[in-house]
Protein backbone atom coordinates (compact mmCIF):
# COMPACT_ATOMS: atom_id res chain seq x y z
CA UNK A 1 0.00 0.00 0.00
CA UNK A 2 1.32 3.65 -0.79
CA UNK A 3 1.49 5.72 2.09
CA UNK A 4 3.08 9.52 1.96
CA UNK A 5 3.42 11.11 5.11
CA UNK A 6 4.38 14.67 5.30
CA UNK A 7 5.65 16.43 9.05
CA UNK A 8 7.31 19.68 9.19
CA UNK A 9 4.68 22.41 9.19
CA UNK A 10 3.57 25.04 11.51
CA UNK A 11 3.58 28.56 12.20
CA UNK A 12 6.54 30.99 11.08
CA UNK A 13 7.09 34.06 10.76
CA UNK A 14 7.36 35.91 7.44
CA UNK A 15 10.26 35.95 6.39
CA UNK A 16 11.32 33.05 7.87
CA UNK A 17 12.24 28.82 6.59
CA UNK A 18 10.78 25.96 7.41
CA UNK A 19 11.91 22.38 5.83
CA UNK A 20 8.88 20.17 4.79
CA UNK A 21 9.52 16.41 4.94
CA UNK A 22 7.41 13.48 3.26
CA UNK A 23 8.45 10.02 4.01
CA UNK A 24 7.37 7.49 1.37
CA UNK A 25 6.32 3.84 1.56
CA UNK A 26 4.81 1.13 -0.22
CA UNK A 27 6.79 1.72 -3.75
CA UNK A 28 9.94 1.95 -5.27
CA UNK A 29 9.99 5.45 -4.48
CA UNK A 30 13.72 6.33 -6.60
CA UNK A 31 11.31 5.03 -9.71
CA UNK A 32 9.15 8.09 -9.98
CA UNK A 33 8.98 11.72 -9.71
CA UNK A 34 7.46 13.67 -6.86
CA UNK A 35 5.62 16.66 -6.07
CA UNK A 36 4.44 19.26 -3.73
CA UNK A 37 1.55 20.78 -4.26
CA UNK A 38 -0.50 23.10 -2.20
CA UNK A 39 -4.12 24.36 -1.06
CA UNK A 40 -4.63 27.94 0.65
CA UNK A 41 -7.53 28.05 3.16
CA UNK A 42 -10.39 27.49 1.17
CA UNK A 43 -8.76 27.71 -1.75
CA UNK A 44 -7.59 25.48 -5.12
CA UNK A 45 -5.10 23.62 -5.73
CA UNK A 46 -1.80 24.95 -6.70
CA UNK A 47 1.21 22.87 -8.02
CA UNK A 48 4.36 24.20 -6.15
CA UNK A 49 7.06 21.95 -7.63
CA UNK A 50 8.66 18.58 -8.60
CA UNK A 51 11.17 16.58 -8.62
CA UNK A 52 12.72 13.48 -11.47
CA UNK A 53 12.96 10.13 -9.53
CA UNK A 54 16.79 10.10 -10.32
CA UNK A 55 16.54 13.60 -8.37
CA UNK A 56 18.66 14.90 -11.50
CA UNK A 57 15.36 16.98 -12.61
CA UNK A 58 13.71 19.75 -10.71
CA UNK A 59 10.88 22.12 -11.76
CA UNK A 60 9.23 25.27 -9.88
CA UNK A 61 6.36 27.38 -9.56
CA UNK A 62 7.02 31.12 -10.71
CA UNK A 63 5.25 31.95 -7.47
CA UNK A 64 8.34 29.61 -4.92
CA UNK A 65 11.44 29.80 -7.76
CA UNK A 66 14.11 30.99 -5.88
CA UNK A 67 12.87 30.77 -2.76
CA UNK A 68 11.37 27.13 -2.15
CA UNK A 69 14.31 24.21 -3.10
CA UNK A 70 13.15 20.57 -3.59
CA UNK A 71 15.19 17.24 -3.20
CA UNK A 72 14.55 13.97 -2.33
CA UNK A 73 16.84 11.21 -0.27
CA UNK A 74 16.46 7.85 -2.18
CA UNK A 75 18.39 5.92 0.48
CA UNK A 76 15.40 7.25 3.17
CA UNK A 77 12.50 7.35 0.56
CA UNK A 78 11.94 10.88 1.62
CA UNK A 79 11.06 13.81 -0.33
CA UNK A 80 12.01 17.31 0.93
CA UNK A 81 11.24 21.14 0.72
CA UNK A 82 13.43 23.73 1.68
CA UNK A 83 11.50 27.16 2.15
CA UNK A 84 12.98 30.21 2.65
CA UNK A 85 11.95 33.89 2.50
CA UNK A 86 8.40 32.54 3.37
CA UNK A 87 5.39 35.27 2.60
CA UNK A 88 1.77 35.45 4.25
CA UNK A 89 0.41 33.97 0.71
CA UNK A 90 2.73 30.78 1.04
CA UNK A 91 0.22 30.14 4.37
CA UNK A 92 -1.54 26.59 2.95
CA UNK A 93 -1.53 23.37 3.03
CA UNK A 94 0.98 21.59 1.77
CA UNK A 95 0.74 17.75 0.04
CA UNK A 96 3.09 15.78 -1.30
CA UNK A 97 2.06 13.84 -4.27
CA UNK A 98 3.36 10.41 -6.19
CA UNK A 99 3.48 11.29 -9.95
CA UNK A 100 2.86 8.56 -12.44
CA UNK A 101 6.37 7.90 -13.81
CA UNK A 102 9.52 8.93 -13.45
CA UNK A 103 9.73 12.25 -14.77
CA UNK A 104 7.74 15.44 -14.44
CA UNK A 105 6.67 14.86 -18.21
CA UNK A 106 3.75 16.30 -20.55
CA UNK A 107 2.14 12.37 -20.24
CA UNK A 108 3.28 10.97 -16.71
CA UNK A 109 3.21 14.36 -14.54
CA UNK A 110 -0.50 13.78 -12.54
CA UNK A 111 -0.88 12.29 -9.46
CA UNK A 112 -1.91 9.14 -8.14
CA UNK A 113 -1.41 9.23 -4.49
CA UNK A 114 -1.15 12.37 -2.00
CA UNK A 115 -0.44 12.46 1.66
CA UNK A 116 -2.27 13.96 4.13
CA UNK A 117 -1.12 17.39 4.31
CA UNK A 118 1.14 19.55 6.27
CA UNK A 119 -0.13 22.84 7.42
CA UNK A 120 2.09 25.90 6.87
CA UNK A 121 1.21 29.33 8.70
CA UNK A 122 3.67 32.16 7.71
CA UNK A 123 2.12 35.09 9.87
CA UNK A 124 3.77 37.63 12.59
CA UNK B 1 -6.83 33.46 -11.50
CA UNK B 2 -6.74 29.41 -12.87
CA UNK B 3 -5.18 28.26 -16.04
CA UNK B 4 -7.99 25.69 -16.31
CA UNK B 5 -11.53 27.19 -15.99
CA UNK B 6 -14.24 25.30 -14.02
CA UNK B 7 -17.62 26.52 -12.82
CA UNK B 8 -17.53 27.05 -9.00
CA UNK B 9 -20.44 24.83 -8.59
CA UNK B 10 -23.07 22.56 -9.97
CA UNK B 11 -25.82 20.92 -8.47
CA UNK B 12 -28.30 17.50 -8.80
CA UNK B 13 -30.39 15.30 -7.38
CA UNK B 14 -29.97 11.69 -6.10
CA UNK B 15 -29.31 9.57 -9.16
CA UNK B 16 -29.12 12.43 -11.71
CA UNK B 17 -26.11 12.95 -14.17
CA UNK B 18 -24.36 15.93 -13.69
CA UNK B 19 -21.43 17.51 -15.90
CA UNK B 20 -18.47 19.47 -14.96
CA UNK B 21 -16.68 21.32 -17.27
CA UNK B 22 -12.91 22.72 -17.91
CA UNK B 23 -11.68 24.75 -20.13
CA UNK B 24 -7.95 25.67 -20.95
CA UNK B 25 -5.94 27.26 -24.31
CA UNK B 26 -3.50 26.23 -26.71
CA UNK B 27 -1.10 25.80 -24.79
CA UNK B 28 -2.63 22.86 -22.58
CA UNK B 29 -5.52 21.10 -23.55
CA UNK B 30 -5.58 22.54 -26.63
CA UNK B 31 -1.92 21.64 -27.66
CA UNK B 32 -2.71 17.98 -26.92
CA UNK B 33 -1.84 17.73 -23.46
CA UNK B 34 -3.59 15.07 -21.15
CA UNK B 35 -6.38 16.07 -18.53
CA UNK B 36 -6.45 14.67 -15.17
CA UNK B 37 -9.76 14.64 -13.17
CA UNK B 38 -9.50 14.59 -9.00
CA UNK B 39 -12.04 14.46 -5.88
CA UNK B 40 -11.57 16.23 -2.84
CA UNK B 41 -13.78 14.88 -0.05
CA UNK B 42 -14.43 17.18 2.79
CA UNK B 43 -11.33 17.79 5.42
CA UNK B 44 -9.59 15.33 2.98
CA UNK B 45 -6.42 15.15 0.81
CA UNK B 46 -7.31 15.04 -3.18
CA UNK B 47 -7.81 11.84 -4.92
CA UNK B 48 -6.83 10.73 -8.52
CA UNK B 49 -10.46 10.29 -10.37
CA UNK B 50 -9.57 9.86 -13.68
CA UNK B 51 -6.63 10.19 -15.60
CA UNK B 52 -5.42 10.59 -19.14
CA UNK B 53 -8.65 12.19 -20.03
CA UNK B 54 -10.88 8.88 -19.84
CA UNK B 55 -8.91 6.61 -17.85
CA UNK B 56 -10.55 5.13 -14.20
CA UNK B 57 -8.21 4.34 -11.56
CA UNK B 58 -8.53 0.98 -10.19
CA UNK B 59 -11.36 1.15 -7.58
CA UNK B 60 -13.09 4.18 -8.87
CA UNK B 61 -16.53 3.35 -9.85
CA UNK B 62 -17.88 3.59 -13.51
CA UNK B 63 -20.23 6.09 -12.72
CA UNK B 64 -17.16 8.47 -13.43
CA UNK B 65 -16.04 9.16 -16.94
CA UNK B 66 -13.74 11.78 -18.89
CA UNK B 67 -13.89 13.01 -21.79
CA UNK B 68 -11.98 15.88 -23.59
CA UNK B 69 -12.15 17.84 -27.01
CA UNK B 70 -10.38 20.82 -28.45
CA UNK B 71 -9.52 22.72 -25.78
CA UNK B 72 -11.88 21.74 -23.56
CA UNK B 73 -12.29 18.31 -20.86
CA UNK B 74 -15.73 17.46 -19.20
CA UNK B 75 -16.27 14.96 -16.19
CA UNK B 76 -19.29 13.31 -15.78
CA UNK B 77 -21.06 11.58 -13.33
CA UNK B 78 -24.03 9.65 -13.57
CA UNK B 79 -26.47 8.05 -11.08
CA UNK B 80 -25.30 10.91 -8.53
CA UNK B 81 -24.56 9.41 -4.67
CA UNK B 82 -24.75 11.71 -2.01
CA UNK B 83 -21.14 10.76 -0.65
CA UNK B 84 -20.22 12.32 -4.27
CA UNK B 85 -20.60 15.75 -2.91
CA UNK B 86 -17.20 16.73 -3.10
CA UNK B 87 -14.83 19.26 -4.81
CA UNK B 88 -13.55 18.74 -8.28
CA UNK B 89 -10.41 19.70 -10.13
CA UNK B 90 -9.04 19.23 -13.39
CA UNK B 91 -5.14 19.00 -14.48
CA UNK B 92 -3.41 19.63 -17.55
CA UNK B 93 -0.08 20.25 -18.41
CA UNK B 94 1.16 23.34 -19.85
CA UNK B 95 4.24 24.26 -22.71
CA UNK B 96 3.35 28.14 -21.65
CA UNK B 97 4.51 28.71 -18.58
CA UNK B 98 7.34 26.90 -16.17
CA UNK B 99 4.89 25.72 -13.99
CA UNK B 100 4.60 22.87 -15.83
CA UNK B 101 1.57 21.62 -13.48
CA UNK B 102 -1.87 23.75 -14.50
CA UNK B 103 -4.79 23.05 -12.46
CA UNK B 104 -8.53 24.21 -12.30
CA UNK B 105 -9.93 26.97 -10.11
CA UNK B 106 -12.24 23.72 -8.61
CA UNK B 107 -15.88 22.70 -8.57
CA UNK B 108 -18.43 22.31 -5.86
CA UNK B 109 -20.28 19.49 -6.76
CA UNK B 110 -23.43 19.46 -4.06
CA UNK B 111 -26.17 16.49 -3.94
CA UNK B 112 -29.80 17.94 -3.38
Known amino acids: EVQLLESGGGLVQPGGSLRLSCAAS????????MSWVRQAPGKGLEWVSAISGSGGSTYYADSVKGRFTISRDNSKNTLYLQMNSLRAEDTAVYYC?????????????????WGQGTLVTVSS | QSVLTQPPSVSGAPGQRVTISCTGSSSNIGAGYDVHWYQQLPGTAPKLLIY???NRPSGVPDRFSGSKSGTSASLAITGLQAEDEADYYC????????????FGGGTKLTVL
Open chain 1, 26 to 33: GFTFSSYA
Open chain 2, 52 to 54: GNS
Open chain 1, 97 to 113: AKTAGAYCSSTSCYFDY
Open chain 2, 91 to 102: QSYDSSLSAHVV
